[in-house]
């Protein structure tokens, strides 16, 4: 199955600061990757698919790049709602596999 | 509004057997893909089944194949997952999640995640 590789584990970001999440794969996913947001307690979110493509209702600051085996989601002034774990999956091989997370806190 | 919610989670000992539930509202379940999938605590997400559909296809993962079967009432659009012979290694939250349509089926991103019910095997 592939590995999902996600960088940084914790990412201390001020607010108004911008977040670079990094999730790689371990074999070509394409554009097949998506990603999570989870706060605690809660269940996740869906943010981005199709590697770039905003779920319904997640605002603009959430962008998503990247293809191939490198994804990135950038956070463009992170508020303090967005302070939370991050999940990549790749939804290109069965089975689906997601990232460790990458926890955003604030500095 | 559309919404998944979970039951049936508990303590249970070893070797023992749970049936969770995901009950829909605001969608017909047999008009979607459906998964589970776990979080053991402080851990990450990991896929643990999926079934198609009107259930004629179902996957699961290696881990909890032949002791786990996903399966559908749609009388009463309520997703189930019958999980036998438990070990300490299947505590999580197990969450049930809709997948998004227009992709290709049983591959595609989750947009519906119920709250969790949380499962704890120990004796």
């Known amino acids: 199955e592939i590995v999902m590789t996600q960088s940084p584990a914790t990412l201390s970001v001020s607010p108004g600061e911008r977040a670079t999440l990094s999730c790689r794969a371990s074999?070509?996913?394409?554009?097949?990757l998506a990603w999570y947001q989870q706060k605690p307690g809660q269940a996740p979110r869906l943010l981005i698919y199709?590697?770039?493509t905003r779920a319904t209702g997640i605002p603009a600051r959430f962008s998503g790049s990247g293809s191939g085996t490198e994804f990135t989601l950038t956070i463009s002034s992170l508020q303090s709602e967005d302070f939370a774990v991050y999940f990549c999956q790749q939804c290109n091989n069965w089975p689906q596999t997601f990232g460790q997370g990458t926890k955003v806190e604030i500095k | 509004e559309v919404q998944l919610v979970e039951s049936g989670g508990g303590l249970i000992q070893p070797g023992g057997s749970l049936r969770l539930s995901c009950a829909a509202s605001g969608f017909t379940l047999s008009n979607y893909w459906m998964h589970w999938v776990r979080q053991a605590p402080g851990k990450g997400l990991v896929w643990v089944s999926r079934?198609?559909?009107?259930?004629?296809?179902?996957a699961y993962a290696a881990s909890v194949k032949g002791r786990f079967t996903i399966s559908g009432d749609n009388a009463k659009n309520t997703l189930h997952l019958q999980m036998n012979s438990l070990r300490a290694e299947d505590t999580a939250v197990y969450y049930c999640a809709r997948e998004l349509p227009g992709g290709v089926p049983g591959l595609d991103p989750f947009d519906i995640w119920g709250q969790g019910t949380m499962v704890i095997v120990s004796s």
């Open positions: 199709g590697a770039s």
């Open positions: 079934m198609n559909y009107d259930g004629s296809s179902t």
């Open positions: 074999q070509s996913v394409s554009s097949n």
